[in-house]
Each structure stands twice: as structure tokens, then as C-alpha cells.
T-cell receptor
Framework: KNEVEQSPQNLTAQEGEFITINCSYS?????LHWLQQHPGGGIVSLFM???GKKKHGRLIATINIQEKHSSLHITASHPRDSAVYIC?????????????FGKGTKLTVNP | DAGVIQSPRHEVTEMGQEVTLRCKPI?????LFWYRQTMMRGLELLIY????????DSGMPEDRFSAKMPNASFSTLKIQPSEPRDSAVYFC????????????FGNGTRLTVT
């Protein structure tokens, strides 16, 4: 079983819809990261959080440490949000710099 | 800030050839990471350096893989000899190296070994 599980693997939405991507992990962590990988391949760090909630524009990330679960929400989705969203955790064991990655969620937003 | 710079963007080589991937981290960043991304396994950490010193190379798949960081502004990942199963996208990333500092990724090198 992977230490970081994401769901769904693939998600198709219509423009304007509210999107939720989920991430569950099984290890103790010092932080959780959400990354975005566009079709061109580049990876961008969206959020790093260890508690509560963070918001940036239309993106919201939440984490529940007790339940070992995080969600990434996109409000008023747009075709340019189409990308692969990757959850990664910094384990407290083994060094917080050794991120463990989920397999990613491929989001397609249709106009 | 130019970001993390990787070269080449694409590399196509024949099995058995030596491949060298290059990375220039963001100036001032103390940690540098090499990752490999495949469809089957997603992103995997190969090796990371802190202040130019290799800290953990447990992700390096075989002795055919080696990485160096001769100074704070340059790192290489070498595969010798290359094999078709090495085909993947290789990412370099850097960070400030403080606890939970965010990662900054390069655009990756897409390697195809035929």
C-alpha cells in the first residue's frame, strides 16, 4: 500500500464547477505539499501546510492531521486549471526533506 | 530569479551510451534534489544534497547512476551505461534547506533510451 493515496485518479469537470481532490497518508508528517504539473511537464508548488487551511486565489487546501487527510479545492474551475495535481508529504521519520509523493490526480476542465 | 535550470530538455540516446543531465539550482538554495518520474511509479527521489554534500542516495536505482554537486550552482546526474528502462522524466529541484521550505522544480529532462 502506498504511503500517500490520492483520489480520484482522473477527474473531468465542466468549467465553473467546484473541484475536490483528496489525499490520504499513513505516516506521521511535518508538512503536506500540493503540487501542480501542467501538460508541458513543469511542476509548481501550490501549497505547503501542516495544519488548518490555506487559500490562494481560487485554490483552497485543507488538512486534518488527526485523520491524516488533506483536500485541495478549486472554486469556479477553468480550463486552464487542467493539470495533474500531486500530493506529497514530508515524513517526520527519515528526514522531512525526503518527500513521499502520491500518484497524482489528472484534472480536465472542459469549456 | 531564473528558477531551477535543467539541460537538456530532451535527450534521446541508444542503449549503452552515457547520459549526463545537468541542473543549476536557484542561487542561495542549500538543498538540491534529483527526482525521476514515470507513468508506473510517479515521482521518486533519487538523491539529495545539502550544502553540496550528498545526504541520501538510497533512491539511486543502481550503480549505473551517479550524481555530483561540485559547487553550489551546479549538479549532474549521470547514467552509464543507459538502458531502455531508464526512460523517464528527470526533475531537479532546489530549496532553502530549512525545515519545510518549499521546493522549486526545474522543467525536467525527458530521457528516451532506445
Amino acid at each position: 500500500k502506498n504511503e500517500v493515496e490520492q483520489s480520484p485518479q482522473n477527474l473531468t469537470a465542466q468549467e465553473g464547477e467546484f473541484i475536490t481532490i483528496n489525499c490520504s497518508y499513513s505516516v506521521g508528517i511535518s508538512a503536506l505539499h500540493w503540487l501542480q504539473q501542467h501538460p508541458g511537464g513543469g511542476i509548481v508548488s501550490l501549497f505547503m501546510l501542516s495544519s488548518g487551511k490555506k487559500k490562494h486565489g481560487r485554490l483552497i487546501a485543507t488538512i486534518n492531521i488527526q485523520e491524516k487527510h488533506s483536500s485541495l479545492h478549486i472554486t469556479a474551475s477553468h480550463p486552464r486549471d487542467s493539470a495533474v495535481y500531486i500530493c506529497a508529504v514530508s515524513p517526520t521519520q527519515g528526514g522531512s526533506e525526503k518527500l513521499v509523493f502520491g500518484k497524482g490526480t489528472k484534472l480536465t476542465v472542459n469549456p | 530569479d531564473a528558477g531551477v535550470i535543467q539541460s537538456p530538455r530532451h535527450e534521446v540516446t541508444e542503449m549503452g551510451q552515457e547520459v549526463t543531465l545537468r541542473c543549476k539550482p536557484i542561487s542561495g538554495h542549500n538543498s538540491l534534489f534529483w527526482y525521476r518520474q514515470t507513468m508506473m511509479r510517479g515521482l521518486e527521489l533519487l538523491i539529495y544534497f545539502n550544502n553540496n554534500v550528498p545526504i541520501d542516495d538510497s533512491g539511486m536505482p543502481e550503480d549505473r547512476f551517479s550524481a555530483k554537486m561540485p559547487n553550489a550552482s551546479f549538479s549532474t546526474l549521470k547514467i552509464q551505461p543507459s538502458e531502455p528502462r531508464d526512460s523517464a522524466v528527470y526533475f531537479c529541484a532546489s530549496s532553502l534547506g530549512t525545515v519545510n521550505s518549499p521546493l522549486h522544480f526545474g522543467n525536467g529532462t525527458r530521457l528516451t533510451v532506445t
